[in-house]
Structures are given as structure tokens and as C-alpha cells.
């Protein structure tokens, strides 16, 4: 009787790991990241160039990134991964990600950021799609361009495997973020998708998305005008 319980228990816990509140939590911060992007690739002529944005194998967007310091400075914030598919280089369902990292000196403050990262080439998305991967520690990773286009720009920034940005108190500007670490987060996959999944597993096997996920699916893909026509 004894071991009946413990079982019904452990099978109850289990079903009820994931909580409505979990998945509603996950589902606002999916929809803050679609916002981010959207705003983000429409602000005139400050915008990612949109030919990185082509070009790109994976994108980063992590919302509301929270910077605070006083001798010692921390910063952790909650997002997303997306990778385009070799072969119709669609863009997958998100995968849950976390940026965590700190420094040294004397701080004093607190922000809030926006932070997009583009992964350049089939060697920074094979590293960022490990369980953990430290910026600038394991691969090259400078502060990207603003504006239209890089056509008639050749700095040798462009040769990095990822390209970050980030946006605070409305300016929005290129940013290297080395030394933060990005974790892949299994707890926010399995409030958004049911089960433990892995980055790897969401945006290589092409798992269906959720409703708030393909809204930011449908915000990488947007096209400008320009290229529209």
C-alpha cells in the first residue's frame, strides 16, 4: 500500500512538473522577444543590417537582459534561440536559452537590455548549441554593425562568428559581450514544448512551435520593403 502511494505520487508530481504559470511566463517573454526583433529591424536606417540578417545560421534574442552592479557587477537575463535549416533555411521553433556573466570594478547602477546575436557560420552555431558556451572564451564574437546594409563596409569584424547588439534606454548600438555565458534552459523548453529537450534537439529535428514561437519565427523572417518588391 505504502509503495502504491509513493508511485501515484512521483507519477502525479511528474505530470504536474510544469505549472499553467510556467508556460504563461515562457509565452510573454516569447512574445517580448518577437517585439524586440520587430522594433529593432524597423527602426529607420539603425536597425541590424538586413543582408547579416540573411546571412545569418542562427539568431539570439534575449529581452530585457538585467544589469546590476555595486563593486561587483552581474548581469542575467532569459531568451531565445532560432537556426535556419540546411536545406530551406526556414527557421526553427525557438529553443530556451539564459546569458549570465559578470565583472570586476567599481560599479555602480543598473540597467536593463535588449540583446540580439547573430551566429555567423556553421562553426559558431555547432558551439552555441552546446549546453553552455562562454563568448569571446570559445569562439569569436564582436559588436555588430548598424544600419541598412554593410554592402560597402569591409571591417574585419565581419569575419566573426557572432555578431551581438544590444539596446538600453532606447539607444541601440553594437556590443561585444565577451566573457557571458549562454546555458541552454531544459526547464523553459519543457514549459514550452511538454518534455526535457535540449537546444539541439529543438532546432535540428524542426519540433513544431508554439503559437508564441512561431510569432517570433514569423519576426526573423520578415523581409524589408526594399526586398520585398
Known amino acids: 500500500m505504502y509503495k502504491t502511494i509513493i508511485g501515484v505520487l512521483v507519477f502525479a508530481s511528474s505530470v504536474f512538473a510544469v505549472s499553467p504559470k510556467d508556460r504563461r511566463e515562457v509565452d510573454k517573454r516569447l512574445n517580448e522577444a518577437s517585439v524586440v526583433f520587430a522594433e529593432i529591424m524597423h527602426a529607420p536606417d539603425r536597425g541590424i543590417p538586413q543582408d547579416l540578417l540573411e546571412k545569418a545560421h542562427c539568431a539570439v534574442i534575449i529581452p530585457g537582459v538585467k544589469k546590476g552592479a555595486f563593486i ?37 547602477g543598473g540597467s536593463e537590455t535588449d540583446v540580439v546575436m547573430l551566429v555567423m557560420n556553421d562553426r559558431g552555431a555547432d558551439r552555441l548549441l552546446s549546453s553552455q558556451f562562454t563568448l569571446g572564451g570559445e569562439g569569436e564574437v564582436a559588436a555588430g554593425p548598424v544600419g541598412r546594409s554593410t554592402t560597402a563596409q569591409t571591417d574585419a569584424k565581419f569575419t566573426a562568428e557572432i555578431l551581438s ?44 512551435p508554439t503559437a508564441a514561437g512561431r510569432k517570433l519565427m514569423v519576426a526573423l523572417d520578415r523581409r524589408s520593403p526594399r526586398e520585398k518588391s
Open 72 to 108: 561587483v557587477g552581474a548581469q542575467y537575463g532569459k531568451g531565445f534561440i532560432s537556426c535556419r535549416g540546411k536545406s530551406d533555411r526556414g527557421w526553427s521553433a525557438p529553443a530556451a536559452i539564459r546569458i549570465e556573466g559578470g565583472s570586476f570594478g567599481f560599479q555602480i
Open 165 to 208: 547588439w544590444a539596446r538600453a534606454r532606447g539607444v541601440f548600438a553594437g556590443i561585444a559581450l565577451k566573457g557571458a555565458t549562454l546555458r541552454q534552459d531544459v526547464d523553459d523548453n519543457e514549459a514550452m514544448y511538454g518534455k526535457r529537450l535540449e537546444t539541439r534537439d529543438i532546432v535540428q529535428t524542426r519540433i513544431a
